[in-house]
């Protein structure tokens, strides 16, 4: 049985085994002789304890695991020994033979140069470009985002640390966390030697160490893992900018348009109009959750391929938020099949009434409206709120269809089809009889509302209104030109009034209208133009024949015929002569 003694180190602590504890403890004091009189020392010593600390805390899962004897020698394996990391002149020369770790960078902010928060510095450190153009290239994506960068940098302020010791600054700037480097970058900052270490092309004397054939495969080797890299990279700003775009756009909408029913919105009424089955406040909080949850783990997974040392949100919130997007996800499923269900049926209620216009009278047909309501003419399918003379709340549209037809009868006919959807046919019924539509008949002039109007507590279920006028063959037809919306119906509503019949008067024949000062369609003249001629050539019996058709008629190598009848059996021409051309 080992005993183990718990020590504090770097401000973290950590139980050890005795042997382990005696080994660190020789290996500490070891490197304390080593900077005896270098400048610098305590705030060199102190960073090695934490590296040393860092990289007790990576290999141990939990809090309460002892740290053995094992992990000591992986971490001085890692440090280096301290005999090795003398910083003389001779670590220039080209028997340096110290190992080095392998450099990895980390994303830290950089408090040594930075403006704001040090994130384009830290940035620039990481991606190997330059601080400058991470600075413009903020500015330009803040422009061009109408400032949802700043939420990003916000993030990244946030979430990435900052590189306050020694240790940290080497691993932001790629170089190998060890006593060497420590030492370097310490003393950096008591005399002018920066440019001398920096300077130093540590990968030309490793390189020299090794033959010429594997220099060349470890330099491809890198160039393939420099690129794998960079495409990683590349895809995790790509999630980035995925996930902070879409969550600044939710949070957008949720404190916009999710507002309603909490924040009293103008069109809070419309969101009511359109029953959702649900406050509009709570179907956004819905949304939000719903969508933002994947995209926040989108965004998470972005930034933990950029920041490796990034704290994890832990198991718990990630269930807890698993648990709450499926949470939403059913109840906003639940809501969408209760809608459609609210439009699975409609029904019709029709009212037919008789005119008395007999096939000798003119009838004038024309659109009125209320000023209360609407000052225009325009057939539309979409529901608006407005106020009547009392001052109640209704619900009004323009979807309002006129179709004129012929008919045998000796008097003309109206009929209102008023049509709505309803989660069931009686539900779609009752809906329909109280639409509200009215029209009226004076002197001869049939005045049609424009619009229609349904109760509010009804909500809107696409309801709307057919005229149909059934006018007597011989009646004479007057249509004002503010209906012209009103008829363009679809082709099977056996509508005979035609575009541009308005302000004409109209003669109702059998199954169509006939319009003596109608403009005649230039389009439906096939021979107007001379440019309206077809030329080909045939060769028949081994002859080339040429034909022409236009205006004129035909001709077959620039003479007349009567006709050109093309078979199974092959061609034949009639010419006027009355022979023929097989």
């Known amino acids: 049985m080992n005993k183990t003694v718990n020590i ?63 992990e000591v020698d992986e971490v001085i394996a890692v ?62 994506l803040t422009i061009f985002s109408s400032g949802a960068f700043i939420l990003i940098y916000i993030v990244f302020w946030i979430f990435v640390p900052e590189a306050h010791t020694t240790a940290e ?18 003393r950096e900052g008591f005399d002018t030697v920066a440019s001398k270490v920096k300077d130093v092309n540590y990968d030309q004397y490793s390189n020299k160490a090794k033959s010429g054939v594997s220099a060349i495969v470890e330099a491809i080797g890198k160039i393939i893992m420099f690129c794998l890299k960079v495409f990683v990279k590349i895809i995790g700003v790509f999630l980035l900018l995925i996930g902070g775009v879409t969550l600044i756009a939710l949070f ?65 919130a990630k269930f807890v938020l698993l648990g709450l997007w499926l949470v939403c996800l059913s109840v906003l499923v639940a809501l969408g099949i209760r809608q459609a269900t609210q439009r699975a049926f409609d029904a019709d209620v ?22 209360l309501y609407n000052q225009g003419y325009y057939k539309h399918g979409d529901f608006k709120i407005k106020y009547d003379s009392n001052g109640n709340k209704i619900l009004y549209t323009q979807d309002v269809a006129l179709i004129v037809r012929s008919t045998q ?76 919306s009103y008829h363009r119906n679809n082709w099977n509503s056996n509508d005979i009034l035609e575009h541009d019949m308005e302000e004409h008067y109209l003669t109702i024949a059998k199954d169509k209208i006939i319009c003596e000062t109608c403009p005649i369609d230039e389009d439906d003249d096939d021979w107007d133009s001379d440019d309206d001629e077809i030329n080909a050539r045939l060769n028949i019996n081994n002859q080339e024949v040429e034909v022409k058709i236009n205006k004129n008629g035909v001709e077959v190598n620039k003479e007349k015929v009567n006709s050109i009848k093309i078979d199974e059996n092959g061609i034949e021409i009639n010419k006027v002569s009355n022979d023929s051309l097989n």
């Open 350 to 371: 029709v009212k037919t009434e008789i005119l008395p216009i007999t096939p000798n009278d003119t009838l004038s047909v024309r659109m009125k409206n209320n000023p």
């Open 169 to 186: 600054k080497l691993a932001m700037r790629g170089e190998a966390v060890n006593i060497s480097n420590i030492e370097k970058k310490v």
């Open 8 to 70: 504090n180190l770097a401000g973290f602590f950590f139980h050890l085994d005795e042997e382990a504890y005696n080994k660190l403890q020789r290996y500490l004091e070891a490197i304390k002789r080593s900077f005896t009189d270098a400048q610098g020392r305590d705030e060199i010593i102190h960073d090695i304890e934490a590296r040393i600390s860092e990289l007790f805390s990576e290999k141990i899962e939990t809090d309460n695991q002892v740290i053995t004897l094992k």
């Open 409 to 484: 009868d000796s008097v003309a006919s109206i009929q209102v089809l008023k049509n709505s959807e309803g989660s069931d046919y009686n539900d779609a019924k009752r809906f329909a009889s109280n639409i509200e539509y009215n029209y009226t008949f004076t002197n001869n002039t049939l005045a049609l509302d424009s619009y229609l109007t349904a109760n509010p507590l009804d909500k809107f279920h696409d309801q709307e209104v057919e005229v149909t006028l059934f006018l007597p063959v011989g009646t004479t037809l007057y249509v004002d030109k503010n209906a012209s």
């Open 252 to 316: 957008i909408g949720l404190f916009s348009v999710g507002t309603f029913g909490i924040i009293d919105a103008p069109w809070t009424d419309y969101v009511e109009m359109a029953n959702v089955g649900a406050p509009i406040w709570v179907v956004s909080i819905l949304i939000f959750f719903a969508v933002g949850i994947p995209f926040f783990f989108v965004f998470y997974l972005g930034l933990k391929i950029l920041v490796k040392k990034l704290k994890s949100i832990g198991t718990t």
């Open 79 to 140: 440090m280096g020994q301290p005999e090795d990391y003398q910083l003389d002149d001779e670590i220039f020369e080209d028997d340096y033979s110290s190992k080095k770790q392998p450099n990895y960078k980390q994303l830290y902010r950089d408090p040594d140069h930075k403006y704001i928060g040090g994130v384009s510095s830290g940035l620039g450190h990481y991606l190997g470009i330059d601080a400058l153009w991470m600075r413009l290239l903020w500015v330009l």
